[in-house]
């Protein structure tokens, strides 16, 4: 196999890589770009934690080859906060205590700011319908489920109802 | 007690800024310069003699730089009996096991050299059933059994598969059979499950130039673990230096050594460079631990009135090829398995049996889900036997404080009748479902915390500037453990949480601590911190008398400052930097130090498996459901869920909210449709795609929980501890629920639609 320069546009940097093209975009991630909030929870696309954007939606980084998102705009925890401050979304876990061992957190965070981002105002079954694919060992999800409600809730105060 | 400005209230946690922007840093995230990669070849077979194994293949790729295997690392591990290899020693029990490892400059070409190492095997008769393995004539898996060094938890018989017998021997059974009013004998059974923590097991070990051995690692006891190693290899324990990270979960996984036992021994062969072994899922599921599966036998003797005279039981704990800590799980959860019940005359026989099975240790309850399914299901047969409420027999019976228990101990602080009566009435228990499909159930549980593994203490230093720093050995595992140690510290010092800082474990700095399992740490280091506080108030005073010529009775600390009766008051900076010059660009620290010694952990007979206080404090809890049956798919839905527990005292209401969540959610797992299968001790489901645990869409969303305080007088600020128990009750609520809504009694977890549509069929068959 030929290792080739893959460049990836990952929180609005570019960033050049020299790999083989069977490399995950995970293992670029992590291991050519010490961005370690991504987690590896399974390598096999089903636990959640090493969830990222591409293109503003949610990707299993585990199951993507690097060279498959070269074209699009990649977002992974690293990347949310803006002039060093958290997201609502951040603030809201921490605030309603969605966060135990935190393996689970920045695969989670991503997947919830994608469903927001795309539905403003979900229901809390629709919300729960779409965490069912992000897994969390410590949480039980209620406090998860709860930060993103209060996200929600407050978005509406701020802009009234959509 | 005044009123507390930190303790009791819901503080958000200090390790959560970190978690949600992915800085907070695991083993696997650690990269270190000249770091080689292992990976490990694993028994295919569960039971075999090797005859050869040919590392030659794995030489031959140019980034391996080490092979190892049990020939070459000759060592054994083990905390309560030492019959673990490093890596497989001649012999392999089970598949899954490590038969050689390999540590290359990346990963590919580690992987590529394990598959290379060819391993040829001789065939020995595999036994997998407990049951079977301790017939006479059953394959001995371990035929060395009687020269391991074992502690004295575990008491093997010699010449059989058995690695631990607990025997517990209270009254006459025989004798309050014969006066019984009623009789009745049950068998329960459980699955093997697995823990499920999202971060799979990863260690990075390494030997440099000055002969120490560095291991980085999310384990649950960072001095267990250098202790295990030095023992293991018989070096200075000075010689070993455990640096934890975060663990992203570990539920008991995570104790003894796994990872680390590939790192420590591939590190030995690669001098001076780090080796890192992450394992991948299907290892966690493999070859890290399982829980165990359990086979009781209950036999009790009541009177009409719903009193219980006597019990017999037996359980079979199927702890697969290695004892880990089987022999415990084995001892603690059989001893408490007759009940949170004044029984005048108990019997009680566990064995901790190797089979060729993965192995299994603890997981969350530490065996006491296994045994509460047993004991609370068994319960609700004696009430439906005598046609008494299911509340009432649990009310007749339950311990009260100054009762005497199975194993001897007066109980000094309990809360459960509160619990039962608080559940029971949050679900209505007397009254009906709303219809046919639906029924009732309510659980209770006992269990004790992790005791008798020697001291817990701590470090908190005062810094000049008026921040502090606490130094520990316990683990961040997700409890919360940071963020009530801070509490405590914040409390009696008077220090905001923002200047508080509690250091990651490192055996090199911070002092001894066993472990942090068994929901022991909010006692027993909150109690370390505590002390190591008064300590620093009590210097303080020492330091303000000298500096301003008081005499020590005439001053005191409070809030924050060192005070006199005349008015005189210092603040801790001022006196820090006075008294060591500080105004002169010097400094210092004030260094609070503690050792909490508990004054439990008397053992346990081992003849009779008693004990006057063999742990620091007894968890209580009590569950009570609401389901909805399918009958035509056999599929529970639980529509409420209320939870009550003894805490003694709610040091953080959001922590122990998180814990409860998090406890019953795995209760509801192994209730309903966890089980790892296993075929001629294969793991058929090695995957989080086949082995489920449950996801946001498989929990109940009205769930309510309860926090009983009584406060125990032992505990800090009167806290027990909280993490294990709503695991237990859950799937006993659930089949008495079951039982409740169908007449069907489910005597085998997990209750899965299968098994509950096969039983209703079988039900509506009988009827004409």
């Known amino acids: 196999m030929k290792k080739q320069v893959v460049t990836l546009n990952i929180n609005n940097e570019n960033h050049q890589v020299f790999i083989n093209p069977n490399r995950t975009l995970l293992h670029v991630l992590r291991e050519e770009l010490d961005l370690t909030g991504t987690k590896c929870g399974c390598g096999e696309g089903v636990c959640g934690t090493c969830t990222i954007l591409t293109d503003g939606r949610p990707v299993r980084s585990c199951m993507t080859l690097a060279v498959e998102a070269q074209d699009k705009r990649i977002v992974t925890i690293e990347g949310l906060q803006k002039d060093g401050h958290l997201t609502p979304l951040q603030e809201a876990f921490i605030s309603e205590g969605a966060v135990q061992c935190g393996f689970c957190t920045p695969g989670m965070i991503l997947a919830a700011k994608s469903l927001l981002d795309e539905n403003p105002s979900p229901t809390e079954e629709e919300v729960l319908r779409f965490l069912s694919g992000n897994l969390c060992r410590c949480t039980g999800y209620y406090k998860i489920k709860n930060a993103i409600m209060r996200v929600i809730k407050e978005r509406k105060s701020i802009h009234g109802p959509a | ?768």
């Open chain 2, 1 to 768: 007690m005044g009123q507390h400005k930190i303790i009791g209230k819901p503080i958000l946690r200090v390790d959560a800024p970190l978690k949600v922007t992915g800085k907070a840093c695991y083993v696997d995230d650690l990269k270190l310069p000249g770091m080689l990669h292992g990976k490990v070849l694993r028994s295919n077979v569960p039971h075999a003699v090797i005859e050869k194994i040919d590392v030659s293949g794995a030489y031959r790729i140019p980034e391996v730089k080490a092979v190892v295997t049990g020939s070459d690392f000759p060592y054994r591990h083990g905390l309560l009996i030492r019959d673990e290899p490093f890596l497989a020693q001649g012999r392999v029990r089970y598949i899954g096991e490590a038969v050689a490892a390999v540590a290359a400059a990346n990963e590919e070409a580690a992987l590529k050299g394990a598959d290379s190492i060819r391993v040829t095997y001789k065939p020995l008769p595999p036994v997998f059933d407990p049951q079977q393995a301790i017939q006479a004539g059953a394959p001995l898996i371990h035929e060395e059994l009687a020269s391991y060094r074992r502690s004295e938890v575990c008491q093997p018989i010699i010449d059989s598969n058995i690695c631990s017998h607990f025997k517990l021997r209270k009254g006459d059974v025989e004798k309050a059979f014969k006066e019984a009013d009623y009789v009745l004998e049950n068998t329960y059974t459980t699955s093997f499950n697995q823990h499920g923590a999202l971060e799979p097991h990863s260690a990075i070990a390494l030997f440099d130039q000055s002969g120490k051995i560095t291991v980085w690692t999310g384990n649950d006891g960072p001095h267990r673990c250098l202790r295990e190693i030095g023992i293991s290899m018989s070096i200075p324990f000075s010689n070993i230096r455990i640096i934890s990270a975060f663990q992203g979960g570990g539920f008991g996984s995570k104790g003894g050594l796994r990872a680390e036992a590939i790192a420590v021994a591939l590190a030995s062969k690669v001098k001076h460079r780090p080796v890192k072994v992450t394992y991948t899922r299907e290892e966690v599921f493999t070859s890290t631990l399982l829980r165990h599966p359990v086979s009781i036998r209950s036999k009790v003797g009541v009177m009409k009135d719903g009193k219980i005279i006597a019990k017999k039981i037996e359980l079979f704990w199927n702890t697969g090829a290695y004892g880990e800590k089987g022999p415990w799980v084995c001892r603690n959860a059989s001893m408490s398995s007759s009940g949170p019940y004044n029984i005048p005359n108990v019997w009680i026989d566990g064995y901790c049996i190797y089979t060729n099975n993965p192995i299994a240790g603890p997981m969350r309850g530490f065996g006491v889900p296994q045994v509460a399914f047993a004991y609370e299901s068994q319960m609700d047969e004696i009430a439906h036997k005598l046609n008494i409420d299911p509340l009432e027999v649990r009310l007749k019976n339950v311990l009260d404080r100054n009762d005497e228990t199975a194993w001897g101990e007066r109980i000094i602080s309990i809360g459960l009748k509160e619990c039962l009566r608080k559940v029971a009435g949050e679900i209505r228990l007397s009254k009906p479902g709303k219809d046919r499909n639906c029924g009732k159930g309510i659980a209770c549980m006992q269990k004790f915390t992790t005791t008798l593994q020697g001291v817990t203490s701590a470090i908190v230093k005062y810094n000049h500037d008026g921040s502090l720093d606490i130094l520990t050995s316990s683990m961040e595992v997700g409890q919360g453990v940071m963020t009530v140690l801070s509490q405590f510290a914040s409390e009696e010092l008077n220090i905001p949480l923002e200047r508080i800082r509690v250091s990651s474990a490192d055996t090199d700095y911070t002092p001894f601590d066993a472990s942090t399992t068994g929901s022991r740490s909010t006692y027993h280091m909150g109690n370390a911190v505590i002390l190591a506080c008064r300590d620093i108030k009590q210097q303080a005073v020492s330091m303000a008398s000298e500096l301003l010529a008081l005499p020590k009775r005439e001053l005191k600390f409070k809030e924050g400052k060192v005070v006199s009766k005349r008015g005189h008051e210092i603040s801790m900076v001022e006196l820090i930097n006075r008294y060591y010059d500080g105004a002169r660009g010097g400094g210092g620290d004030l260094i609070g130090r503690a050792t909490f010694h508990t004054k439990s952990g008397t053992g346990l007979d081992s003849e009779t498996g008693r004990g006057k206080r063999p742990a620091a404090f007894w968890m209580y809890g009590a569950q009570a459901v609401e389901i909805e049956v399918d009958r035509d798919t056999g599929k529970v839905n639980i529509r409420k869920l209320c939870t009550a527990h003894d805490v003694g005292k709610v040091i953080n209401p959001l922590s122990c909210e998180q814990q409860m969540e998090g406890a019953l959610a795995m209760g509801i797992g192994f209730a309903l449709f966890e089980k790892v299968d296993i075929n001629q001790g294969q793991i058929m489901n090695p995957s989080l795609a086949s082995y489920s645990i449950p996801t946001s869409c498989d929990l109940p969303q009205d769930v309510n929980i309860f926090f009983v305080e009584e406060p125990h007088p032992e505990g800090p600020y009167g806290a027990k501890g909280l993490a294990e128990p709503a695991t237990a009750p859950t799937a006993a609520a659930i089949a008495n629920a079951l039982f409740d809504a169908t007449g069907i009694r489910m005597r085998e977890v997990p209750l899965t639609p299968e098994k509950i549509e096969a039983a209703l069929r079988k039900e509506s068959k009988k009827e004409p």
